[in-house]
């Protein structure tokens, strides 16, 4: 009744790599901020964001 058409996604691999090392750090950050008496450095997570957003400008 509505003529909607099936739809193909495929996956985008490099958007992959970029998913996969932020969903590190977000593990990291949930971590830390959501378990009490974690203990740990979060020292790296800013530098790390910092690459993988320079990674992506190259």
Do not use: Q
């Not at 193909?8 to 901020?33: G, Q, W």
């Not at 020292?43 to 190259?58: F, S, T």
């Amino acid at each position: 009744m509505s003529g909607v058409k099936a739809k193909t996604y495929k996956p985008n691999a490099a958007n992959h790599r970029v998913y996969d090392e932020l969903f590190k750090i977000y593990k990291k950050l949930h971590d830390a901020f959501g378990t009490e008496g974690w203990s740990g450095s979060l020292y790296y997570v800013m530098k790390d964001l910092l690459v993988i957003r320079d990674a992506e400008r190259k």
